[in-house]
């Protein structure tokens, strides 16, 4: 009996809950989207979200390693979901003429957009992370911007001769035949659609994996004692920019693949697209889903890109409700009183009577 009841608490203990709770609502809300496509319930301006969607869920659920884990106020976001978009565009582009088939070709590209995203997030984090709080999100939110521009001044093409790339339009010539892959302010143009709402969903359930493996992992602990006490975590010998950068490439990586999936979910991409809005919109996905809480990160990343969708027909007003809205769940969420009673609820312990 003793034996029986330590697998049941084994598997009833909280980060178990909050982890089989993240994936079970990532597969039961596939499956539902699923059967809604299959019966034609689901409208077109619905069913063209789910792929964005499954984007913004696995770069919020990367800021949040960094942000809530880490405890590293990290505003460049939107830069390394950039680097993986346009580097994603470029090998699907490569390879379109030796992989026909979409999927292949995907997988190849996500993977290319993650470690690209991986290295640029290291490299920029051996000179940020030896910063902290405001100073340090000054610093990503410089490298977003500069990642920017560097993409609204890139012109990559291939032809017969190979891969060209240059940062002056005047010097760039293809040969005739030739495929632009990116046209500088203009961006990627002409790009094959070949993202897809199932391939999204497998790339969120990878990075719940990831991101999970690492919190309760040594590393993890290691990176959350950095976070809480940074004095006393080095005098017991954790190495802290060790620790903050796996987390900081980690994030990286995780937002160069919902680049990628992004980038290849439209014909046209501009580099405006990724700017500080966007990093400041995933941060806020974050925040409201709660700081270390990956189930709420999903849900809040969800219900505000939808928000915005369900409100349209109320014209002027509907950005008005949406801002309203977000004040309130700040105000709840922020309320201790109520977080109480709703975990109470929830895990069945509730009493009657406040």
């Known amino acids: 009996m003793k034996e029986k009841s330590s697998v049941f608490s084994r598997f009833g203990d909280k980060k178990n809950r909050g982890r089989l709770m993240s994936f079970a609502l990532v597969i039961i809300a596939y499956i539902a989207v699923e059967v809604l496509l299959k019966t034609g319930s689901l409208g077109s301006m619905f069913s063209s979200l789910l792929v964005p969607i499954t984007c913004y869920v696995v770069a919020a659920?990367?800021?949040?390693?960094?942000?809530?884990?880490?405890?590293?106020?990290?505003?460049?976001?939107?830069?390394?979901?950039?680097?993986?978009?346009?580097?994603?565009?470029?090998?699907?582009?490569?390879?379109?003429?030796?992989?026909?088939?979409?999927?292949?070709?995907?997988?190849?590209?996500?993977?290319?957009?993650?470690?690209?995203?991986?290295?640029?997030?290291?490299l920029i984090g051996i000179p940020v992370l030896k910063l902290q709080g405001d100073y340090l999100a000054i610093v990503t939110l410089a490298f977003?911007?500069?990642?920017?521009?560097?993409?609204?001044?890139?012109?990559?093409?291939?032809?017969?001769?190979?891969?060209?790339?240059?940062?002056?339009?005047?010097?760039?010539?293809?040969?005739?035949?030739?495929?632009?892959?990116?046209?500088?302010?203009?961006?990627?143009?002409?790009?094959?659609?070949?993202?897809?709402?199932?391939?999204?969903?497998?790339?969120?359930?990878?990075?719940?994996?990831?991101?999970?493996?690492?919190?309760?992992?040594?590393?993890?602990?290691?990176?959350?004692?950095?976070?809480?006490?940074?004095?006393?975590?080095?005098?017991?010998?954790?190495?802290?920019?060790?620790?903050?950068?796996?987390?900081?490439?980690?994030?990286?990586?995780?937002?160069?693949?919902?680049?990628?999936?992004y980038g290849l979910n439209y014909s046209t991409l501009v580099p405006n697209k990724f700017d500080f809005n966007t990093s400041i919109l995933i941060l806020v996905y974050v925040v409201l889903g709660g700081l270390g809480n990956m189930t709420g990160t999903i849900i809040s990343t969800v219900v505000l890109i939808l928000l915005p969708e369900l409100l349209r027909s109320l014209q002027d007003y509907r950005m008005l409700i949406y801002a309203v809205v977000l004040i309130l769940i700040m105000l709840v969420t922020n309320n201790e009183w109520l977080m109480t009673k709703w975990k109470s609820l929830f895990s069945g312990k509730a009493k009657g009577g406040a």
């Open 61 to 122: 659920i990367g800021l949040n390693l960094n942000v809530g884990i880490s405890g590293e106020l990290n505003l460049g976001q939107a830069g390394f979901m950039s680097v993986g978009a346009f580097c994603g565009i470029c090998v699907s582009g490569i390879l379109a003429n030796s992989i026909s088939a979409g999927i292949p070709r995907l997988i190849i590209a996500i993977f290319c957009g993650a470690i690209l995203a991986a290295v640029f997030g290291f």
């Open 144 to 261: 977003g911007q500069i990642i920017k521009s560097i993409f609204m001044n890139a012109y990559i093409g291939i032809d017969t001769e190979g891969l060209h790339f240059s940062f002056v339009e005047s010097n760039f010539k293809l040969q005739p035949g030739g495929k632009m892959l990116l046209n500088g302010p203009m961006g990627a143009t002409g790009t094959q659609k070949i993202a897809n709402f199932t391939v999204g969903t497998v790339l969120v359930i990878v990075a719940l994996l990831v991101v999970y493996n690492l919190m309760f992992s040594r590393s993890g602990r290691a990176i959350m004692a950095a976070r809480d006490n940074r004095i006393a975590a080095e005098s017991v010998g954790i190495p802290i920019s060790r620790t903050k950068m796996l987390a900081f490439v980690t994030s990286a990586a995780l937002a160069g693949a919902a680049g990628a999936l």
